[in-house]
Protein backbone atom coordinates (compact mmCIF):
# COMPACT_ATOMS: atom_id res chain seq x y z
CA UNK A 1 0.00 0.00 0.00
CA UNK A 2 2.67 2.56 0.71
CA UNK A 3 4.44 1.26 -2.30
CA UNK A 4 1.66 2.36 -4.22
CA UNK A 5 1.09 5.64 -2.71
CA UNK A 6 4.28 6.59 -3.78
CA UNK A 7 3.85 5.74 -6.86
CA UNK A 8 0.59 7.56 -7.45
CA UNK A 9 2.70 10.56 -5.53
CA UNK A 10 5.44 10.38 -8.03
CA UNK A 11 2.89 9.90 -11.19
CA UNK A 12 1.27 13.43 -9.44
CA UNK A 13 4.39 15.27 -8.96
CA UNK A 14 5.83 14.63 -12.72
CA UNK A 15 2.43 15.74 -14.11
CA UNK A 16 2.37 18.92 -11.57
CA UNK A 17 6.30 19.36 -12.78
CA UNK A 18 5.41 19.46 -16.23
CA UNK A 19 2.36 21.29 -16.16
CA UNK A 20 4.89 24.15 -14.02
CA UNK A 21 7.69 23.79 -17.20
CA UNK A 22 4.79 24.67 -19.69
CA UNK A 23 3.68 28.18 -19.44
CA UNK A 24 2.16 28.04 -22.46
CA UNK A 25 0.25 25.82 -21.33
CA UNK A 26 -0.51 27.25 -18.00
CA UNK A 27 -1.41 30.89 -20.10
CA UNK A 28 -3.73 29.33 -23.14
CA UNK A 29 -5.51 27.10 -20.17
CA UNK A 30 -6.34 30.71 -18.58
CA UNK A 31 -6.74 32.77 -21.73
CA UNK A 32 -9.35 30.81 -23.21
CA UNK A 33 -12.43 30.91 -20.54
CA UNK A 34 -11.22 34.97 -19.44
CA UNK A 35 -11.85 35.77 -23.31
CA UNK A 36 -15.27 34.08 -23.13
CA UNK A 37 -15.80 35.75 -19.64
CA UNK A 38 -14.49 38.97 -20.16
CA UNK A 39 -15.29 40.05 -24.25
CA UNK A 40 -18.10 37.37 -25.13
CA UNK A 41 -20.06 37.59 -22.02
CA UNK A 42 -19.79 41.56 -21.82
CA UNK A 43 -21.10 42.03 -25.66
CA UNK A 44 -23.83 39.21 -24.41
CA UNK A 45 -24.73 40.77 -21.16
CA UNK A 46 -27.32 43.18 -22.12
CA UNK A 47 -28.71 41.18 -24.96
CA UNK A 48 -28.97 37.86 -23.00
CA UNK A 49 -31.17 37.76 -19.69
CA UNK A 50 -30.85 35.47 -17.57
CA UNK A 51 -34.07 34.43 -15.97
CA UNK A 52 -34.69 33.51 -12.26
CA UNK A 53 -34.00 29.59 -11.77
CA UNK A 54 -31.73 27.34 -9.67
CA UNK A 55 -29.22 27.48 -7.81
CA UNK A 56 -29.80 31.17 -8.90
CA UNK A 57 -32.18 33.36 -6.15
CA UNK A 58 -32.27 36.30 -7.84
CA UNK A 59 -31.53 37.73 -11.46
CA UNK A 60 -27.49 37.12 -12.13
CA UNK A 61 -25.42 38.98 -14.90
CA UNK A 62 -24.36 36.82 -17.78
CA UNK A 63 -20.77 36.18 -16.57
CA UNK A 64 -22.01 35.13 -13.75
CA UNK A 65 -24.12 32.63 -15.34
CA UNK A 66 -21.13 31.06 -17.61
CA UNK A 67 -18.60 31.03 -15.41
CA UNK A 68 -19.50 27.45 -13.96
CA UNK A 69 -19.22 26.67 -17.78
CA UNK A 70 -15.64 27.84 -18.32
CA UNK A 71 -14.73 26.35 -15.45
CA UNK A 72 -15.86 22.79 -16.96
CA UNK A 73 -14.49 23.77 -20.50
CA UNK A 74 -11.15 24.85 -18.36
CA UNK A 75 -11.01 20.31 -17.27
CA UNK A 76 -12.62 19.73 -20.98
CA UNK A 77 -9.66 20.91 -22.33
CA UNK A 78 -7.54 19.60 -20.25
CA UNK A 79 -8.90 16.49 -20.22
CA UNK A 80 -8.72 16.14 -23.80
CA UNK A 81 -4.88 17.52 -23.42
CA UNK A 82 -3.57 15.08 -21.05
CA UNK A 83 -4.77 12.53 -23.32
CA UNK A 84 -3.27 13.67 -26.03
CA UNK A 85 -0.44 13.55 -23.84
CA UNK A 86 -0.78 9.75 -23.38
CA UNK A 87 -0.79 9.66 -26.83
CA UNK A 88 2.32 11.53 -27.35
CA UNK A 89 3.87 9.55 -24.59
CA UNK A 90 2.83 6.43 -26.00
CA UNK A 91 4.57 7.15 -29.68
CA UNK A 92 7.73 8.50 -27.57
CA UNK A 93 8.08 5.72 -25.20
CA UNK A 94 7.67 7.18 -21.93
CA UNK A 95 4.22 5.56 -21.23
CA UNK A 96 6.31 2.59 -21.69
CA UNK A 97 8.19 3.41 -18.56
CA UNK A 98 5.33 3.85 -16.13
CA UNK A 99 3.28 0.71 -17.71
CA UNK A 100 6.43 -1.20 -16.66
CA UNK A 101 6.18 -0.48 -12.82
CA UNK A 102 5.30 -3.12 -10.87
CA UNK A 103 2.01 -2.15 -10.16
CA UNK A 104 -1.06 -3.34 -11.46
CA UNK A 105 -2.42 -1.56 -14.94
CA UNK A 106 -5.27 -0.03 -13.31
CA UNK A 107 -3.66 1.60 -11.04
CA UNK A 108 -0.99 3.51 -12.63
CA UNK A 109 -3.78 4.26 -15.21
CA UNK A 110 -6.19 5.94 -12.48
CA UNK A 111 -3.04 7.90 -10.76
CA UNK A 112 -2.24 8.93 -14.29
CA UNK A 113 -6.10 10.37 -14.51
CA UNK A 114 -5.91 11.44 -10.96
CA UNK A 115 -2.86 13.36 -11.57
CA UNK A 116 -4.36 15.56 -14.48
CA UNK A 117 -7.29 16.02 -12.61
CA UNK A 118 -5.08 17.84 -9.98
CA UNK A 119 -3.81 19.80 -12.91
CA UNK A 120 -7.15 20.86 -13.99
CA UNK A 121 -7.93 22.21 -10.72
CA UNK A 122 -5.08 24.53 -10.17
CA UNK A 123 -5.93 26.00 -13.41
CA UNK A 124 -9.39 26.39 -12.43
CA UNK A 125 -8.04 27.91 -8.77
CA UNK A 126 -6.15 30.65 -11.32
CA UNK A 127 -9.20 31.15 -13.26
CA UNK A 128 -11.22 32.26 -10.02
CA UNK A 129 -8.58 34.00 -8.77
CA UNK A 130 -8.71 36.32 -11.94
CA UNK A 131 -12.75 36.07 -12.16
CA UNK A 132 -12.39 37.54 -8.45
CA UNK A 133 -10.56 40.40 -9.67
CA UNK A 134 -12.85 41.26 -12.28
CA UNK A 135 -15.54 40.90 -9.61
CA UNK A 136 -17.06 37.50 -10.44
CA UNK A 137 -17.11 36.17 -6.64
CA UNK A 138 -19.00 33.40 -5.30
CA UNK A 139 -20.29 32.62 -1.95
CA UNK A 140 -17.38 31.49 0.66
CA UNK A 141 -19.07 27.68 1.24
CA UNK A 142 -19.23 27.70 -2.75
CA UNK A 143 -15.48 27.99 -2.66
CA UNK A 144 -15.52 24.81 -0.69
CA UNK A 145 -18.26 22.93 -2.30
CA UNK A 146 -16.51 23.47 -5.66
CA UNK A 147 -13.41 21.16 -5.16
CA UNK A 148 -14.95 17.67 -4.31
CA UNK A 149 -17.25 18.44 -7.34
CA UNK A 150 -13.97 19.34 -9.30
CA UNK A 151 -12.62 16.28 -8.86
CA UNK A 152 -15.21 14.64 -10.05
CA UNK A 153 -15.57 16.56 -13.54
CA UNK A 154 -12.49 16.34 -13.65
CA UNK A 155 -11.81 12.43 -13.65
CA UNK A 156 -15.05 12.10 -15.57
CA UNK A 157 -13.62 14.25 -18.32
CA UNK A 158 -10.45 12.76 -18.12
CA UNK A 159 -11.74 8.98 -18.62
CA UNK A 160 -13.50 10.04 -21.42
CA UNK A 161 -10.28 11.11 -22.81
CA UNK A 162 -8.26 8.70 -21.55
CA UNK A 163 -10.44 6.38 -23.32
CA UNK A 164 -10.09 8.31 -26.67
CA UNK A 165 -6.55 8.02 -26.07
CA UNK A 166 -6.22 3.94 -25.94
CA UNK A 167 -8.79 4.46 -28.57
CA UNK A 168 -6.80 6.62 -30.99
CA UNK A 169 -3.46 5.12 -32.86
CA UNK A 170 -1.92 8.57 -33.65
CA UNK A 171 -1.28 12.26 -33.04
CA UNK A 172 -2.60 13.17 -36.46
CA UNK A 173 -6.08 11.59 -36.07
CA UNK A 174 -6.11 12.82 -32.32
CA UNK A 175 -6.45 16.54 -33.67
CA UNK A 176 -10.01 15.42 -35.48
CA UNK A 177 -11.07 13.57 -32.83
CA UNK A 178 -10.92 16.94 -30.69
CA UNK A 179 -12.99 19.42 -32.86
CA UNK A 180 -15.59 16.33 -32.76
CA UNK A 181 -15.50 15.87 -28.75
CA UNK A 182 -14.73 19.83 -27.86
CA UNK A 183 -17.05 21.31 -29.83
CA UNK A 184 -19.79 20.11 -29.29
CA UNK A 185 -19.71 19.13 -26.14
CA UNK A 186 -19.40 22.81 -25.47
CA UNK A 187 -21.80 24.18 -27.47
CA UNK A 188 -24.40 21.44 -27.01
CA UNK A 189 -24.66 21.59 -23.23
CA UNK A 190 -25.54 24.72 -20.60
CA UNK A 191 -22.27 25.53 -20.20
CA UNK A 192 -23.30 29.37 -22.25
CA UNK A 193 -26.98 29.21 -22.35
CA UNK A 194 -29.60 27.91 -20.20
CA UNK A 195 -31.66 25.02 -22.29
CA UNK A 196 -34.75 25.96 -21.89
CA UNK A 197 -33.80 28.63 -24.30
CA UNK A 198 -32.42 26.05 -26.27
CA UNK A 199 -35.77 24.01 -26.38
CA UNK A 200 -37.29 27.15 -27.82
CA UNK A 201 -35.43 27.07 -30.95
CA UNK A 202 -34.82 23.39 -31.28
CA UNK A 203 -36.31 20.24 -29.30
CA UNK A 204 -33.52 18.10 -30.70
CA UNK A 205 -30.68 20.12 -29.76
CA UNK A 206 -32.48 20.49 -26.33
CA UNK A 207 -32.95 16.51 -25.82
CA UNK A 208 -29.22 16.23 -27.09
CA UNK A 209 -27.94 18.61 -24.59
CA UNK A 210 -30.07 17.73 -22.15
CA UNK A 211 -28.05 14.33 -22.03
CA UNK A 212 -25.15 15.78 -23.04
CA UNK A 213 -22.61 14.42 -19.94
CA UNK A 214 -20.88 17.75 -20.40
CA UNK A 215 -24.06 19.50 -19.86
CA UNK A 216 -24.46 17.21 -16.11
CA UNK A 217 -20.60 18.12 -15.51
CA UNK A 218 -21.72 22.12 -15.68
CA UNK A 219 -24.69 21.83 -13.60
CA UNK A 220 -22.79 20.06 -10.94
CA UNK A 221 -20.35 22.92 -10.76
CA UNK A 222 -22.68 25.68 -10.95
CA UNK A 223 -25.02 24.46 -8.23
CA UNK A 224 -21.37 23.35 -6.47
CA UNK A 225 -20.06 27.05 -6.50
CA UNK A 226 -23.33 28.38 -5.44
CA UNK A 227 -23.36 26.07 -2.12
CA UNK A 228 -25.89 23.54 -3.40
CA UNK A 229 -25.05 19.76 -4.07
CA UNK A 230 -26.93 18.51 -7.51
CA UNK A 231 -27.32 15.40 -6.45
CA UNK A 232 -28.61 14.29 -9.97
CA UNK A 233 -26.05 15.52 -11.69
CA UNK A 234 -23.56 14.15 -9.63
CA UNK A 235 -24.74 10.82 -9.82
CA UNK A 236 -24.80 11.22 -13.89
CA UNK A 237 -21.26 12.66 -13.66
CA UNK A 238 -20.28 9.66 -11.66
CA UNK A 239 -21.92 7.47 -14.32
CA UNK A 240 -20.18 8.48 -16.67
CA UNK A 241 -17.24 8.63 -14.81
CA UNK A 242 -17.26 4.50 -14.04
CA UNK A 243 -18.14 3.70 -17.55
CA UNK A 244 -15.34 5.56 -19.35
CA UNK A 245 -13.19 4.63 -16.98
CA UNK A 246 -13.75 0.75 -17.56
CA UNK A 247 -13.77 1.42 -21.35
CA UNK A 248 -10.52 2.92 -20.88
CA UNK A 249 -9.06 0.30 -18.69
CA UNK A 250 -10.29 -1.90 -21.26
CA UNK A 251 -8.40 -0.35 -24.05
CA UNK A 252 -5.26 -0.19 -22.65
CA UNK A 253 -5.54 -3.88 -21.00
CA UNK A 254 -2.21 -5.98 -22.35
CA UNK A 255 -3.64 -8.79 -24.06
CA UNK A 256 -6.27 -6.66 -26.07
CA UNK A 257 -5.14 -3.06 -26.89
CA UNK A 258 -1.69 -3.16 -26.50
CA UNK A 259 -1.29 -6.00 -29.61
CA UNK A 260 -3.16 -4.04 -31.34
CA UNK A 261 -0.78 -0.96 -31.25
CA UNK A 262 2.30 -2.82 -31.10
CA UNK A 263 1.27 -4.16 -34.76
CA UNK A 264 3.35 -3.59 -37.55
CA UNK A 265 5.10 -0.16 -35.78
CA UNK A 266 5.94 -2.16 -32.40
CA UNK A 267 8.94 -4.69 -33.94
CA UNK B 1 22.13 -20.95 -22.69
CA UNK B 2 23.76 -23.04 -20.05
CA UNK B 3 22.59 -21.95 -16.76
CA UNK B 4 25.99 -21.79 -15.14
CA UNK B 5 24.58 -20.88 -11.41
CA UNK B 6 25.11 -23.89 -9.57
CA UNK B 7 22.39 -23.17 -6.82
CA UNK B 8 19.26 -24.47 -7.36
CA UNK B 9 17.72 -20.89 -7.59
CA UNK B 10 15.59 -19.87 -10.77
CA UNK B 11 17.62 -17.82 -13.40
CA UNK B 12 16.99 -14.38 -13.54
CA UNK B 13 15.03 -14.89 -16.70
CA UNK B 14 13.85 -17.99 -17.84
CA UNK B 15 11.95 -17.58 -21.41
CA UNK B 16 10.13 -20.95 -22.68
CA UNK B 17 8.97 -21.98 -25.65
CA UNK B 18 7.30 -18.77 -26.49
CA UNK B 19 5.70 -17.67 -29.47
CA UNK B 20 3.86 -14.53 -30.73
CA UNK B 21 1.98 -13.58 -33.90
CA UNK B 22 0.16 -10.75 -34.88
CA UNK B 23 -2.49 -11.38 -36.57
CA UNK B 24 -1.18 -14.19 -38.97
CA UNK B 25 1.89 -12.61 -38.61
CA UNK B 26 4.33 -14.73 -36.24
CA UNK B 27 7.02 -12.92 -34.97
CA UNK B 28 8.75 -15.24 -32.61
CA UNK B 29 8.36 -18.90 -32.78
CA UNK B 30 9.28 -21.83 -30.01
CA UNK B 31 11.21 -19.24 -28.33
CA UNK B 32 13.67 -20.66 -25.53
CA UNK B 33 16.33 -19.18 -23.66
CA UNK B 34 17.78 -18.24 -20.01
CA UNK B 35 19.44 -15.62 -18.26
CA UNK B 36 21.94 -16.53 -15.11
CA UNK B 37 22.78 -14.15 -12.14
CA UNK B 38 26.44 -12.17 -13.07
CA UNK B 39 25.52 -13.45 -17.12
CA UNK B 40 25.57 -11.05 -19.77
CA UNK B 41 24.02 -12.29 -22.42
CA UNK B 42 23.73 -10.76 -25.62
CA UNK B 43 20.89 -11.00 -28.32
CA UNK B 44 21.75 -10.71 -31.86
CA UNK B 45 19.32 -10.33 -34.62
CA UNK B 46 18.89 -8.28 -37.60
CA UNK B 47 16.30 -5.90 -37.39
CA UNK B 48 12.94 -7.41 -37.84
CA UNK B 49 14.00 -10.48 -36.15
CA UNK B 50 11.47 -10.58 -32.95
CA UNK B 51 14.21 -8.80 -30.63
CA UNK B 52 11.65 -5.69 -29.66
CA UNK B 53 8.52 -8.60 -29.61
CA UNK B 54 10.58 -10.36 -27.49
CA UNK B 55 11.27 -7.49 -24.81
CA UNK B 56 7.40 -6.49 -24.34
CA UNK B 57 6.27 -9.57 -23.85
CA UNK B 58 9.04 -10.11 -20.96
CA UNK B 59 8.08 -7.01 -19.75
CA UNK B 60 4.28 -7.42 -19.58
CA UNK B 61 3.43 -4.99 -22.05
CA UNK B 62 2.11 -7.42 -24.71
CA UNK B 63 0.51 -10.48 -22.98
CA UNK B 64 1.78 -13.95 -23.57
CA UNK B 65 0.26 -15.64 -26.14
CA UNK B 66 1.78 -19.22 -25.61
CA UNK B 67 4.82 -20.12 -23.61
CA UNK B 68 6.03 -19.31 -20.45
CA UNK B 69 8.25 -16.34 -18.97
CA UNK B 70 9.34 -16.11 -15.55
CA UNK B 71 11.55 -13.16 -13.69
CA UNK B 72 13.53 -14.68 -10.85
CA UNK B 73 10.77 -17.29 -10.55
CA UNK B 74 7.68 -15.47 -10.97
CA UNK B 75 5.88 -14.93 -14.02
CA UNK B 76 3.75 -11.39 -14.71
CA UNK B 77 1.20 -13.81 -16.53
CA UNK B 78 0.75 -15.46 -13.12
CA UNK B 79 2.14 -13.73 -10.40
CA UNK B 80 0.95 -9.86 -11.81
CA UNK B 81 2.40 -6.48 -12.50
CA UNK B 82 4.73 -7.70 -8.73
CA UNK B 83 7.08 -9.99 -11.02
CA UNK B 84 8.53 -7.28 -12.80
CA UNK B 85 9.78 -5.81 -9.32
CA UNK B 86 13.49 -7.32 -10.22
CA UNK B 87 13.61 -5.96 -13.69
CA UNK B 88 15.70 -2.60 -14.66
CA UNK B 89 15.01 -1.15 -18.32
CA UNK B 90 16.48 0.49 -21.15
CA UNK B 91 14.51 1.39 -23.78
CA UNK B 92 14.88 1.28 -27.18
CA UNK B 93 13.65 5.46 -27.67
CA UNK B 94 14.03 8.18 -25.38
CA UNK B 95 11.72 8.15 -22.91
CA UNK B 96 12.90 10.44 -20.31
CA UNK B 97 11.09 13.49 -19.80
CA UNK B 98 13.04 16.57 -21.59
CA UNK B 99 11.66 19.36 -19.61
CA UNK B 100 12.72 17.91 -16.61
CA UNK B 101 15.86 17.95 -14.79
CA UNK B 102 18.01 14.72 -14.23
CA UNK B 103 17.29 14.74 -10.91
CA UNK B 104 13.23 15.11 -11.07
CA UNK B 105 12.93 12.16 -14.03
CA UNK B 106 15.03 9.98 -11.55
CA UNK B 107 12.89 10.74 -8.39
CA UNK B 108 9.46 10.10 -10.67
CA UNK B 109 10.83 6.98 -11.03
CA UNK B 110 11.82 6.13 -7.87
CA UNK B 111 8.67 6.84 -6.59
CA UNK B 112 7.17 4.36 -9.09
CA UNK B 113 9.46 1.71 -8.08
CA UNK B 114 8.05 2.56 -4.72
CA UNK B 115 11.42 3.82 -3.37
CA UNK B 116 11.08 6.38 -0.48
CA UNK B 117 12.23 10.47 -0.99
CA UNK B 118 15.09 10.04 0.75
CA UNK B 119 15.96 6.58 -0.36
CA UNK B 120 15.39 7.67 -4.16
CA UNK B 121 17.81 10.51 -3.70
CA UNK B 122 20.14 8.70 -2.42
CA UNK B 123 20.31 5.84 -5.10
CA UNK B 124 20.19 8.60 -7.98
CA UNK B 125 23.15 10.49 -6.22
CA UNK B 126 24.98 6.56 -6.78
CA UNK B 127 24.07 6.06 -9.44
CA UNK B 128 24.68 9.10 -11.20
CA UNK B 129 28.01 9.14 -9.67
CA UNK B 130 29.19 5.79 -10.66
CA UNK B 131 28.44 7.02 -14.53
CA UNK B 132 30.13 10.22 -14.22
CA UNK B 133 27.08 12.12 -14.14
CA UNK B 134 26.62 13.78 -10.94
CA UNK B 135 27.54 17.16 -12.05
CA UNK B 136 24.31 16.95 -14.35
CA UNK B 137 21.97 16.12 -11.76
CA UNK B 138 20.47 20.37 -12.21
CA UNK B 139 20.15 20.21 -15.66
CA UNK B 140 17.82 19.54 -18.13
CA UNK B 141 17.26 16.49 -19.75
CA UNK B 142 16.86 18.58 -23.65
CA UNK B 143 20.15 20.21 -22.95
CA UNK B 144 22.14 17.22 -22.51
CA UNK B 145 23.51 15.09 -25.59
CA UNK B 146 22.58 11.57 -26.46
CA UNK B 147 25.43 9.57 -25.19
CA UNK B 148 24.57 11.96 -20.89
CA UNK B 149 20.98 11.39 -21.94
CA UNK B 150 21.55 7.33 -22.24
CA UNK B 151 23.85 7.41 -19.21
CA UNK B 152 20.99 8.61 -17.65
CA UNK B 153 18.29 6.59 -18.18
CA UNK B 154 20.94 3.46 -17.10
CA UNK B 155 21.09 5.18 -13.79
CA UNK B 156 17.61 5.12 -13.82
CA UNK B 157 17.20 1.23 -14.61
CA UNK B 158 19.58 0.28 -12.23
CA UNK B 159 18.01 3.00 -9.13
CA UNK B 160 15.76 -0.22 -7.60
CA UNK B 161 18.63 -2.46 -7.94
CA UNK B 162 17.35 -4.60 -10.32
CA UNK B 163 18.61 -8.47 -10.64
CA UNK B 164 17.85 -8.06 -14.13
CA UNK B 165 18.56 -5.65 -16.77
CA UNK B 166 17.09 -5.86 -19.90
CA UNK B 167 18.70 -3.06 -22.88
CA UNK B 168 16.68 -2.66 -26.11
CA UNK B 169 19.34 -1.60 -28.86
CA UNK B 170 20.55 0.90 -25.72
CA UNK B 171 23.65 2.05 -28.43
CA UNK B 172 21.54 3.20 -31.44
CA UNK B 173 22.06 7.03 -32.57
CA UNK B 174 25.19 7.25 -29.51
CA UNK B 175 29.23 8.08 -31.02
CA UNK B 176 31.73 5.33 -30.91
CA UNK B 177 32.88 6.48 -27.78
CA UNK B 178 29.44 6.79 -25.93
CA UNK B 179 28.79 3.28 -27.21
CA UNK B 180 32.28 1.60 -26.03
CA UNK B 181 31.52 3.35 -22.77
CA UNK B 182 28.14 1.97 -22.31
CA UNK B 183 28.98 -1.50 -23.27
CA UNK B 184 31.93 -1.65 -20.77
CA UNK B 185 30.19 -0.15 -17.98
CA UNK B 186 27.18 -2.69 -18.43
CA UNK B 187 29.15 -5.81 -18.58
CA UNK B 188 31.24 -4.75 -15.21
CA UNK B 189 27.68 -4.75 -13.83
CA UNK B 190 27.20 -8.14 -14.98
CA UNK B 191 30.31 -8.95 -13.73
CA UNK B 192 30.81 -7.10 -10.73
CA UNK B 193 27.45 -6.30 -8.92
CA UNK B 194 26.39 -9.99 -10.64
CA UNK B 195 23.43 -8.32 -12.69
CA UNK B 196 21.63 -10.70 -15.08
CA UNK B 197 21.82 -8.69 -18.58
CA UNK B 198 20.14 -9.34 -21.45
CA UNK B 199 21.58 -6.67 -24.48
CA UNK B 200 19.65 -7.31 -27.53
CA UNK B 201 21.79 -5.39 -30.28
CA UNK B 202 22.73 -6.05 -33.77
CA UNK B 203 26.13 -4.57 -33.57
CA UNK B 204 28.57 -7.29 -33.38
CA UNK B 205 30.78 -5.61 -31.76
CA UNK B 206 29.07 -4.94 -28.87
CA UNK B 207 29.81 -8.93 -27.96
CA UNK B 208 33.00 -10.23 -26.56
CA UNK B 209 34.17 -13.54 -26.82
CA UNK B 210 33.24 -14.57 -23.42
CA UNK B 211 29.24 -13.12 -23.17
CA UNK B 212 26.68 -15.84 -23.65
CA UNK B 213 25.08 -15.30 -27.08
CA UNK B 214 21.93 -15.89 -28.45
CA UNK B 215 21.20 -15.20 -31.95
CA UNK B 216 17.26 -14.86 -33.12
CA UNK B 217 16.66 -14.67 -36.85
CA UNK B 218 13.24 -14.75 -38.55
CA UNK B 219 11.06 -15.35 -34.83
CA UNK B 220 13.28 -18.02 -33.97
CA UNK B 221 16.55 -18.95 -32.40
CA UNK B 222 19.39 -19.81 -34.73
CA UNK B 223 21.83 -20.08 -32.61
CA UNK B 224 22.77 -19.99 -28.55
CA UNK B 225 25.61 -20.52 -26.30
CA UNK B 226 29.07 -18.91 -25.32
CA UNK B 227 29.87 -16.23 -27.71
CA UNK B 228 33.11 -18.60 -28.81
CA UNK B 229 31.51 -21.73 -28.87
CA UNK B 230 28.40 -20.37 -30.77
CA UNK B 231 31.57 -19.11 -33.80
CA UNK B 232 33.07 -22.11 -33.60
CA UNK B 233 30.11 -24.32 -34.38
CA UNK B 234 29.31 -22.16 -37.00
CA UNK B 235 32.58 -22.91 -38.77
CA UNK B 236 33.36 -19.45 -39.49
CA UNK B 237 36.98 -17.28 -37.76
CA UNK B 238 34.52 -14.63 -35.97
CA UNK B 239 31.14 -13.75 -34.76
CA UNK B 240 30.63 -11.47 -37.95
CA UNK B 241 31.03 -14.37 -40.13
CA UNK B 242 29.20 -16.51 -38.10
CA UNK B 243 26.68 -14.01 -37.79
CA UNK B 244 25.97 -13.70 -41.54
CA UNK B 245 25.79 -17.65 -42.28
CA UNK B 246 23.33 -18.08 -39.28
CA UNK B 247 20.95 -15.23 -40.56
CA UNK B 248 21.38 -16.49 -44.19
CA UNK B 249 20.01 -19.52 -43.71
CA UNK B 250 16.68 -20.14 -43.35
CA UNK B 251 15.84 -21.17 -39.90
CA UNK B 252 14.12 -24.82 -39.24
Known amino acids: MRRKLRAARGVIAREILRFLQQRGRLLAALVRPLVWLIVFAAGFRSILGVAIQPPYATYITYDVYIAPGLIAMIQLFNGMQSSLSMVYDREMGSMRVLLTSPQPRWFLLFAKLVAGTVVSILQVLAFLAIAAAFGITFPLAGYLLVLPVLMLTGLMLGSVGMFLSSAIRQLENFAGVMNFVIFPAFFLSSALYPLWRMRESSEILWRISAANPFTHAVEAIRFAIHGQLNLFACGVVTAVLILFLVLALWGYDTSRGLRARAGPAGE | ?252
Open chain 2, 1 to 252: MPDRAATPAPPALSVQSVSHAYGKRRALDDVSLSVAKGSFTALLGPNGAGKTTLFALVTGLLGVQSGRIAICGAEPSRDGAAALEPLGLVFQQPTLDLDLTVSQNLAYFAALRGLSRRDGRQRAEDELARLDMAERAGERVRDLNGGHRRRVELARALLHEPRLLLLDEPTVGLDIESRHRIVAYVHDLARERRVAVLWATHLIDEVRADDDLVVLHQGGIAAAGRSEEVVAAAGADNLSDAFTRLTRRAPA
